[in-house]
């Protein structure tokens, strides 16, 4: 046998006993055996570097070193999930998704771990690249740290397609978690709060090797892709297992929501027997072809829901409340509390959200109330114990001055909080608009954080975010703990970041109420900053899914003398401030005012491609049949509930040729 054969013949037994081990528990060498095996493939790599494989088994002890985790596009975005909290919400979601699809529907019922998300992606059947959630949108370059978990293959097993993502949740075990903690402890150190954030923590770390030492294990439990072959969710998982990953057995394919409600009331109670933390249960339909049906909302797929378990609850003192100016002048008051174990972490705030909710509460210093975590993220107060009030308490009489700037607080009839509007002048609100401006979904400014903006605010150095572009490495050096080389990179990155898309720079500038989703139907409507900036109310209404309280405030925003000059000053210093040429180029409105539903299966081109190219040319995609829909484009596999609706209506049906000959 030559020693590439050698090699090879190490690596493929390391593989299998390594998937015997960590995704079937099933052991079928002693860990003595294997750490010998081990030795002799790092031994044989050592003296023949011309076998280099970055899938190799010897790869998984870590050892490089990342210094930046490299941005990355995802292919398939990683949408984010609807939340439900009882059965009223679940028969609601069911009663929708029902009048989008034919025929019956199942359902599979999915534990929701409580990790960091992972998309990771393989090409002929090997590891190719691993990358954060992020925003969606983009996330993090993390293979080198991914690599070190056993429980990821680094090369597939069976069938698989030439290119494949895998979606996952990277998770901390408990007994892991309490380990570390007991070497921790026994250090010296602070005990790590809680599984999830470390878990999510262990991905960002710049040594892999230390990622390696952590007992972190990746649950599957999506697959995007084509040539897949796959038609359910359900087959979605065992295809997954087949592959070498290890998906979770606990998955159970239902037939109702009644059937949901078992699996979510059994495993409110055996979760806390699990291994890892959980909270709550994902339902998905079951059918893929469905799942196309019913597509996605700006912000997570129709075809999916997440049940959460009921909160825990904890009793605590309140002991003060403070108050908290936001980028836009909005006052939010915030309670102090007797620090408190719930839900994996020590809570010391919680979030009162306005006025109203302090005086429908009656919440009192020094009260015992009662706090839970908001979906299990998110503290929040609940109710008071009045049985343990202590006597002569006195009720909350809310600020009536900005605890920054002591300007006079604003509060509009039928707005739920209170405003400073001292939008110049009121640090805070400063601060926040530039954080907002230079954050991952807006400008994405390498190098500079929110400390750092903190930092040149109060140095004098920057009072609005048009002020970035004027400064110099000489100005930032002196800094508190800016070297020579964040320097650089700061200024790069600022640099750099006039060539953002137009859409983002408007969510950057930070109008109310103007969101990403809103940025991009202002942008792509009128096209520059120019053309939105002189919009009168009416017009911007006409602009699809613009109401009139976006529409004030956008008007609002460009009636302020500040906000005008500094748009004149990021347009001067060349920032993107209209859609670019090459956008432009594959926009029309040759489709403008008309309504499609799009159903089926089409071949010339994917659904999805099929509705950016009614976007793109001024249409409107709607996800169900009306009076007002112009035509329902119809593939293979239409619902017939779909063709007898837009019939009885008198809706035209035409076939995937027939759309581009309209193009």
């Given amino acids: ?137 983009q996330g993090d370059d993390v293979t080198t740290n991914i690599r070190t978990i056993n429980t990821v293959p680094l090369i597939l097993k069976g069938d698989y397609p030439e290119k494949i993502d895998i979606r996952g949740e990277i998770v901390l075990p408990f007994d892991g978690f309490n380990k570390m903690n007991e070497e921790r402890v026994a250090a010296g150190e602070e005990p790590y709060k809680n599984p999830r954030n470390t878990a999510s923590g262990s991905l960002k770390l710049q040594d892999s090797a230390e990622t390696a030492k952590r007992p972190l294990e990746c649950l599957l439990y999506n697959i995007e892709g084509r040539g897949t072959g796959i038609k359910t969710q359900f087959e979605n998982l065992e295809k997954a297992r087949n592959w070498g990953f290890k998906a979770p057995s606990d998955a159970k394919l239902v037939n109702s929501i009644d059937e949901v409600l078992e699996f979510v009331n059994y495993w409110d109670n055996a979760r806390h027997d699990l291994p890892y933390e959980t909270d709550g249960v994902v339902i998905k339909v079951n059918s893929l072809f469905q799942q196309q049906e019913l597509g ?143 954050s991952r979904k807006a400008m994405d400014i390498e190098g500079l954080g929110d400390e750092t903006v903190a930092l040149l605010v109060n140095a004098g150095l920057i009072s609005n975010y048009s002020d970035l572009y004027v400064l110099k490495k000489t100005d930032v050096l002196p800094l508190e703990r800016m070297a020579e080389k964040s320097a650089d990179k700061l200024i790069a990155g600022i640099e750099a970041s006039k060539q953002i898309p137009f859409e983002r720079v408007l969510y950057a500038i930070g109008i109310r109420f103007v969101g990403e989703t809103v940025a991009k139907k202002l942008a792509k409507h009128f096209k520059s900053i120019d053309a939105l900036s002189i919009a009168n109310i009416d017009e911007l209404i006409s602009v699809d899914e613009i109401g009139e309280k976006i529409a004030e405030s956008v008007v609002e925003f460009f009636s302020i003398k500040a906000n005008h000059d500094m748009v004149q000053r990021l347009k001067m210093f060349g920032v993107q401030l209209e859609l670019s040429t090459d956008v432009l180029a594959n926009q029309t409105n040759r489709l403008e005012g008309q309504i499609f539903v799009v159903s089926g299966v089409f071949h010339t081109v994917s659904r999805n491609e099929l509705k950016q190219l009614i976007e793109n040319n001024g249409g409107k995609v709607a996800s169900s049949i009306s009076s007002k829909t112009t035509y329902v484009v119809a593939g293979d596999k239409m619902g017939p509930s779909k063709r007898t609706k837009a019939e009885a209506l008198g809706v035209p049906i035409i076939l995937e040729n027939d759309f581009f000959q309209i193009l």
């Avoid at 999916?304 to 100016?325: C, D, G, H, P, W």
């Fill in 1 to 137: 046998m030559s020693t590439k054969e050698k090699i090879e013949s190490l690596r493929e037994e390391l593989r299998q006993h390594n998937y015997n081990y960590y995704t079937l528990d099933n052991p079928t060498i002693t860990d003595f055996e294997f750490d010998m095996k081990l030795k002799s493939l790092q031994e044989l790599e050592a003296k023949h570097p011309e076998f280099y494989d970055a899938n190799s088994p010897s790869l998984r002890v870590g050892g490089a070193v990342t210094k930046s985790f490299e941005t990355v596009v995802h292919e398939h975005r990683m949408y984010s999930l609807d939340n439900s909290y009882s059965k009223e919400d679940l028969l609601d979601w069911e009663k929708r998704i029902k009048k989008l699809v034919d025929g019956p529907i199942t359902y599979v019922c999915e534990l929701k771990y409580d990790g960091a998300s992972i998309s990771l992606t393989y090409e002929n059947g090997k590891l190719l690249r691993a990358v954060t959630r992020g925003d969606g949108f």
């Fill in 296 to 438: 996605y909302t700006s912000k997570a797929p129709r075809w999916a829901m997440a049940y959460k378990f009921k909160a825990e609850q904890v009793s605590t003192r309140l002991n003060s409340i403070s108050y908290q100016v936001g980028r836009t002048g909005a006052i939010t008051p915030v309670a102090n509390l007797e620090p408190v174990a719930l839900a994996g972490t020590i809570v010391k705030r919680a979030s009162l959200h306005n006025a109203d909710q302090i005086e429908k509460l009656d919440i009192r210093i020094n009260d015992a109330v009662f706090v839970e975590k908001g979906g299990e993220i998110i503290p929040k107060i609940i109710a008071v114990d009045l049985s343990k009030r202590r006597q002569g308490s006195q009720s909350t009489v809310y600020i009536s001055k900005c605890p920054e700037c002591h300007h006079e607080l604003v509060r509009t009839e039928g707005d739920a909080k209170h405003y400073c509007l001292n939008y110049n002048g009121c640090n805070p609100q400063v601060i926040g608009r530039i954080q907002h401006y230079i």
